[in-house]
């Protein structure tokens, strides 16, 4: 258990439908990130938040959007789900401070949520 | 911005022996981290190896070892007597650290590894 905490694990939902994935970070890490997996490719980044703000944004399309809450659990939304969707949504925390090498520093992944869009 | 490239999408490697991973990037920063991320085909995202640009010291643990050049912008990473739990997707990711913040990571495509009994 790497204490990023991913729900729900698979999700199948069809096209134009709106779903939530949800994130708990590792206790005492204040950013989360979300990185969408499609078909073995790499990881790409969609959005930081670090202690409920919004810190950073990559490829992230429109349709979708989070939030961190102040318990700083995260939660991505993704509305009118199209085909190309489908990916492995992976969330991961760090703790946020200033760099400070160390056998830890780095990222932490959750396990990621499966989503299918039929 | 930051690219990360893997040119090596597959490889395979007989149980025992050793295999060298690449990856190349290319930024304009000075100071940042390198990463290599192991994906079984559980998909758990799981840390290898981890090297601080400013370190000219080489990264190792373990059976882990990585070649980090800097003016050349490379990063390999050598697994030494390969086991059949190394069979995994393996990703080279670059990181700019920020101050105040969290940071994210550039991935390269990845390489899938197959070892072999």
């Known amino acids: 258990d790497s204490g990023v905490t991913q729900t729900p694990k698979h999700l199948i939902t069809a096209t134009g439908q709106r779903v939530t994935l949800r994130c708990s970070p590792r206790s005492g890490d204040l950013s989360v990130y979300w990185y969408q997996q499609s078909l073995d490719q790499g990881l790409q980044f969609l959005i930081q938040?670090?202690?409920?703000?919004?810190?950073a944004k990559g490829n992230i399309l429109e349709r979708f959007s989070a939030q961190q809450f102040p318990d700083l659990h995260s939660e991505l939304n993704l509305s009118s789900l199209e085909l190309g969707d489908s990916a492995l949504y992976f969330c991961?925390?760090?703790?946020?401070?200033?760099?400070?090498?160390?056998?830890?520093?780095?990222?932490?992944f959750g396990s990621g949520t499966r989503l299918t869009v039929v | 911005a930051q690219t990360v490239t893997q040119s090596q999408p597959e490889m395979s490697v007989q149980e025992a022996e050793t295999v060298t991973l690449s990856c190349t990037y290319d930024?304009?920063?000075?100071?940042?981290?390198l990463f290599w991320y192991k994906q079984p085909p559980s998909r758990q995202m799981i840390l290898v190896i981890r090297q601080e640009a400013y370190k000219q010291q080489n990264a190792t643990e373990n059976r882990f070892s990585v070649n980090f050049q800097k003016a050349a912008k490379s990063f390999s990473l050598k697994i030494s007597d390969s086991q059949l739990g190394d069979t995994a997707m393996y990703f080279c990711a670059f990181m700019k650290p920020h101050n105040n913040a969290g940071n994210m990571l550039t991935f390269g495509g990845g390489t899938r590894l197959m070892v072999k009994p």
């Open positions: 930024t304009s920063e000075s100071n940042y981290y």
């Open positions: 938040y670090y202690n409920g703000e919004e810190r």
């Open positions: 991961a925390s760090s703790a946020g401070r200033r760099d400070t090498p160390g056998p830890n520093y780095g990222y932490t």
